[in-house]
């Protein structure tokens, strides 16, 4: 009777060790994959991250370029350089409101999957979501104002332009009248310190975080 308890305990254990082995093998190898995934969402994101800095770096420039426009407005409105209508009208068509929204598909698809909660490395994470969830949202909402802000510029200024900004007159009396008047230069004033302070500092901290991130996930996958 001791023998057959003593088998039977035995074959027991067996197969409590075999289905223990068997779930770490299952565990680990649910694991292997798991890191490969978070290996493959890193590089999704990091090639996306880079191609973000090129599209910031464009978008840059042609805030830089606007704020040179408007800077030239405004002299034109204070006074401060001779009027030429011509040279005015050419620097209205030009003027616009460059944005910048960053590219989120691969972030996106990792935060869904949770797989980013999986990271056996938490510095990553932290720097990856603090881009896309703080200064990315943080950039939108600024360069949504920035949109809406020219937008209704447009609206309520140079509706009154309209006939020389598709090339068909110069400025008349009236036109010129409101091209020079304090309200267009209080809206270009706005405009021109948005995008000179508020705008161009989100763009240049957001790009300090997106070259933070990148080379924190390039040491990770060549480490």
């Known amino acids: 009777m001791k023998n057959i308890l003593a088998r039977g305990g035995i074959e027991f254990l067996a197969v409590l060790f075999g289905i223990t082995i068997s779930l770490w093998v299952e565990d680990s190898r649910q694991n292997s994959d798991m890191q490969k995934k978070i290996i493959d969402d890193y590089k999704n994101i990091q090639e996306e991250i880079e191609l973000d800095i090129e599209n910031i770096d464009r978008i840059a420039d042609l805030v830089k370029k606007q704020i040179i426009i408007l800077e030239e407005l405004i002299d034109y409105n204070r006074g401060e350089r001779e009027f ?58 600024n360069s949504l104002i920035y949109d809406k ?5 447009r609206s ?3 509706f009154q332009f309209s006939r020389f900004v ?8 009236i036109t010129k009248s409101v091209f020079l008047s304090l309200n267009t230069r ?36 060549s480490g």
């Open 156 to 158: 309520d200024h140079f």
């Open 84 to 141: 030429n209508g011509d040279s005015i009208i050419a620097r209205i068509n030009k003027v616009t409101s460059p944005t910048f929204f960053g590219t989120q598909t691969a972030y996106n698809a990792s935060v869904s999957s949770g797989r980013l909660n999986f990271s056996s490395d938490l510095k990553i994470s932290k720097e990856i979501a603090l881009l896309y969830e703080h200064f990315y949202k943080r950039l939108d909402v």
């Open 149 to 153: 802000r020219m937008h209704d510029f």
């Open 166 to 173: 598709s090339g068909k007159d110069a400025f008349d009396p």
């Open 186 to 221: 209080n809206a270009l004033y706005w405009i021109l310190n948005f995008a000179d302070y508020n705008y161009t500092s989100r763009l240049n901290e957001t790009k300090e975080q997106m070259l933070k991130a990148n080379k924190i996930i390039i040491n990770y996958l």
